[in-house]
């Protein structure tokens, strides 16, 4: 997901009747289609989600692009992966930002991440109305994509082995404690965009909270 897995977000499914279709398609290269969903591992973790559930039941892993609306504001085309069934069924395995029977797929196979780390592939996004909102959650998530892959390139770098669900165990220095300090002022004003666009706004971007530079904690991706 592209915030916090603890942040409440209204995206919803993107409609196929929707008539921004043709334009979304051009924009992921690829045709949406609805697939279903049925979740059975831990929200943002599609990647290690899918290899398991198609190592669990002889599927194959298929990446693409997930396509989420949040009306009034934004789609959002977020990098993903499920599985295609034996007879080819698509079958999404990752829990979805709400309950859902079905979400909406791209399948793009152009680009297969690693597992070793987090890829932190930038979202796609497509402002509506001009919102102004939309555009302050588009670029809060550009740049928490940005901070937690820097973070990710540095405990590659240290050899530090990824251990999903828990903090990268980096050692401290002055350029890894300013990466965590500007993660937590990204989220926190994430979090103030995303309870403004909850709250029914749409006109002016929230102003940005101050944190304290130094001793932050946040997780990575």
Same mark, same amino acid.
């Given at each position: ?23 979304? $398609?051009?924009?992921?290269? !690829?045709?949406?289609? &609805? ?6 591992? +831990?929200?943002?973790?599609?990647? *290690? ?9 002889? +599927?194959?892993?298929?990446?693409? *692009?997930?396509?989420?609306? *949040?009306?009034?504001?934004?789609? %959002? ?24 029977? =079905? ?11 690693? =597992? ?21 959650? =588009?670029?809060?998530? *550009?740049?928490?994509? $940005? ?5 990710? $390139?540095?405990? /590659?770098? &240290? !050899? ?5 669900? %828990? =903090?990268?165990?980096?050692? /401290? ?24 666009? /909850? ?7 929230? %102003? ?14």
């Amino acid at each position: 997901m592209t915030v916090g897995a603890d942040m409440k977000l209204d995206f919803k499914p993107f409609p196929l009747a929707n008539p921004l279709r043709g334009r979304i $398609e051009r924009l992921a290269g !690829g045709r949406l289609q &609805a697939i279903r969903s049925q979740p059975c591992g +831990a929200a943002g973790r599609c990647y *290690w989600n899918a290899d398991a559930a198609a190592e669990a039941s002889g +599927a194959a892993v298929v990446h693409g *692009w997930l396509v989420s609306i *949040w009306p009034h504001h934004l789609v %959002e085309i977020l990098h993903h992966a499920v599985i295609a069934q034996p007879d080819g069924t698509l079958l999404d395995v990752t829990p979805y930002y709400r309950e859902t029977e =079905r979400v909406t797929f791209i399948v793009d196979d152009s680009i297969v991440p690693p =597992r070793d780390y987090p890829a932190y592939i930038p979202s796609k996004f497509m402002i509506l109305g001009n919102s102004a909102l939309g555009r302050a959650f =588009r670029d809060g998530a *550009w740049r928490q994509n $940005e901070i937690s892959r820097a973070l990710a $390139e540095r405990a /590659r770098a &240290a !050899g530090i082995p990824l251990v999903l669900g %828990e =903090r990268l165990a980096l050692p /401290r220095s002055p350029e890894v404690r300013a990466l965590w300090a500007a993660l937590a002022r990204t989220q926190q004003d994430l979090a103030l965009t995303v309870e403004a666009m /909850r709250q029914g706004g749409a006109g002016r971007r929230p %102003e940005p909270r101050v944190a304290p530079r130094q001793g932050t904690r946040a997780a990575a991706g």
